[in-house]
Every structure is written in structure tokens, then in C-alpha cells.
């Protein structure tokens, strides 16, 4: 079973950046996909950007261009970059793991099995 958390949220003024970070427990297996998801008060989680172990990575419309997903096979961390960030990206971040490479998965909260806490990022001026 593999624990899943996430580091490096905080507050900070748009037009700003910050990195996410979410280390797994344990070796994250040859065949997976790995996600960073977001929710707000009252509204649903939702899917930020997703990343599979061929290495095929997919984002929401409102963060392309603005977000980068990575993994770092050798430290079993999966990183989200935010740059330009607007007061609309104000969430609590989870990230999530999934064992499938299905590309049309990769922001779907359904999907994924193993979630961490979760993070807040907070976009303020």
C-alpha cells in the first residue's frame, strides 16, 4: 500500500509561483499514473493535471501553460510547478495514485485508488 503526501503549499500574491511536491511511500511500480487534483468550499474536486509512467501528461484547460507535472522516478515524488497564479487557483491540492496508463483517465478523481491529505495553496493579494 502506498502513502502519498504532499508538500509545499502556502499563500501567495498572483502572478506568483509555487511547487508542489508529493512523496510516496513506496516504489510507485513500473505501470501507473499519478495526479494532482484540486477542490475548493462548495465545489467538486476537480482535475489539475495527471502523468503516467509512459510519461504522457495531460491538464485541465485552466491551468495549461501555466502548470508543469513531473516524476522523479529515482525519489518517488511527483511534482506540480504553478507559475501565474490566479486567486481562481485557491484549493486545497491532493495528489493521487491510479495502477492504469489510460490517458482518458488521467483527471479523473474516480479513477485513482491511493490520495494524500491534501495541501492549501492560496492565491492572494
Known amino acids: 500500500q502506498v502513502q502519498l503526501t504532499e508538500f509545499g503549499g502556502g499563500s501567495v500574491q498572483p502572478g506568483g509561483s509555487l511547487t508542489l511536491a508529493c512523496a510516496a511511500s513506496?516504489?510507485?511500480?513500473?505501470?501507473?499514473?499519478m495526479g494532482w487534483f484540486r477542490q475548493a468550499p462548495g465545489k467538486e474536486r476537480e482535475g489539475v493535471a495527471g502523468i503516467n509512467s509512459n510519461n504522457f501528461a495531460a491538464y485541465a484547460d485552466s491551468v495549461k501553460g501555466r502548470f508543469a507535472i513531473s516524476y522523479d522516478n529515482a525519489k518517488n515524488t511527483l511534482y506540480l510547478q504553478m507559475n501565474n497564479l490566479k486567486p481562481e487557483d485557491t484549493a486545497m491540492y491532493y495528489c493521487?495514485?491510479?495502477?492504469?496508463?489510460?490517458?482518458?483517465?488521467?483527471?479523473?478523481?474516480?479513477?485513482?485508488?491511493?490520495w494524500g491529505r491534501g495541501i492549501q495553496v492560496t492565491v492572494s493579494s
Open positions: 513506496a516504489y510507485t511500480g513500473s505501470s501507473y499514473s
Open positions: 493521487a495514485k491510479q495502477p492504469s496508463l489510460m490517458a482518458s483517465w488521467l483527471l479523473l478523481p474516480s479513477k485513482y485508488d491511493y
